[in-house]
């Protein structure tokens, strides 16, 4: 079982619309929970971290998380073409083992 | 902002060469981190260091691999014998203290190996 899941996608939406990408985990005793961004050549930007059941916004970035049936995603509002990126879901699986495990990541294209 | 500094961008090497890879992380962090990125796979995590050792490593990282801390800045982390599935972008974070789980990694800009 892979620890951490994503639907690869690609994932295309028009402009100014709604992208809601998925994450599953398969450790319930993980603590952190992020969402990276990542261009294709380049690294991990963090866009946003969660850590309560719940949402979480930022902008046009909300996040939410559900620890009982072990779910994350990402949504995104009035997508703009430079939101094209591959999103990454990475979570840290236990407070005290610091080390952070990414998913395969969601491929985003957002059409003008 | 402060950054992770990674160097060279690019290493080209010959198969069973031996190659460091060289991060400057950001200074006033305490864990640091080498992951990698096989093209078109997804970013798979190596090693961690705390305290200067490694507090948990991954089945990737064999006796081929090893990072040190030299100083009180670089970090580094070695290939002795590259192989061609080294091949691979190799990327450096840090993340402050634990009391600060919660905080994201500041991942470098990455150095891409090239094993030929």
């Known amino acids: 079982q892979k620890e951490v899941e994503q639907n690869s996608g690609p994932l295309s939406v028009p402009e100014g619309a709604i992208a809601s990408l998925n994450c599953t985990y398969s450790d319930r005793g993980s603590q952190s929970f992020f969402w990276y961004r990542q261009y294709s050549g380049k690294s991990p930007e963090l866009i946003m971290s969660i850590y309560s059941n719940g949402d979480k916004e930022d902008g046009r970035f909300t996040a939410q998380l559900n620890k009982a049936s072990q779910y994350v995603s990402l949504l995104i509002r009035d997508s703009q073409p430079s939101d094209s990126a591959t999103y990454l879901c990475?979570?840290?699986?236990?407070?005290?083992?610091?080390?952070?495990?990414f998913g395969a990541g969601t491929r985003l294209t957002v059409k003008p | 902002e402060p950054e992770v500094t990674q160097t060279p961008s690019h290493q080209v090497t010959q198969m069973g060469q031996e190659v460091i890879l060289r991060c400057v992380p950001i200074s006033n962090h305490l864990y640091f981190y080498w992951y990698r990125q096989i093209l078109g796979q997804k970013v798979e995590f190596l090693v961690s260091?705390?305290?200067?050792?490694?507090?948990?490593k991954s089945e990737i990282f064999d006796d081929q691999f090893s990072v040190e801390r030299p100083d009180g800045s670089n970090f580094t982390l070695k290939i002795r014998s590259t192989k061609l599935e080294d091949s691979a972008m190799y990327f450096c974070a840090s993340r402050p203290g634990l009391l600060e789980s919660n905080y994201g990694y500041t991942f470098g800009s990455g150095t891409r190996l090239t094993v030929v």
């Open positions: 990475a979570v840290n699986r236990f407070f005290w083992n610091n080390d952070m495990r």
């Open positions: 260091f705390y305290n200067n050792e490694i507090s948990e």
